[in-house]
């Protein structure tokens, strides 16, 4: 069975930082592409960044480009997102979603909350 648990989400100030984790079980963790994706009230669900399955290769949403980095470590099964110089803007639900690189197939987390507020 498959599991994907963020943590580290809360509520931070403006300017602030917090750092997400993704904790992957039941799936070959260095097979599959990683990513941060978030959603705010209202919206739609949109890609933050993603990593490549060796951590070789990243790509970031416009907006967080410079102000957040994604990283992955394959020995624990583990994403993290690192975000700094945070903006109420940044407000929404973090996921994290896992995709297998041959097949597609996917699967989600549960989600942590991130609200930047003064």
């Known amino acids: 069975q498959v599991q994907l648990v963020e943590s580290g989400g809360g509520l931070v100030q403006p300017g602030g930082s917090l750092r997400l984790s993704c904790a992957a079980s039941?799936?070959?963790?260095?097979?599959?592409?990683m990513s941060w994706y978030r959603q705010a009230p209202g919206k739609e669900r949109e890609l933050v960044a993603y990593?490549?399955?060796?951590?070789?290769?990243?790509n970031y949403a416009p907006s967080v480009k410079g102000r957040f980095t994604i990283s992955r470590d394959n020995a624990k099964n583990t994403m993290y997102l690192q975000m700094n110089s945070l903006k109420p803007e940044d407000t929404a639900a973090y996921y994290c979603n896992a995709r297998q690189v041959y097949t597609g197939t996917y699967y989600w987390g549960q989600g942590t909350q991130v609200t930047v507020s003064s």
């Open positions: 990593i490549t399955s060796a951590g070789g290769s990243t």
């Open positions: 039941g799936l070959t963790f260095s097979m599959y592409v």
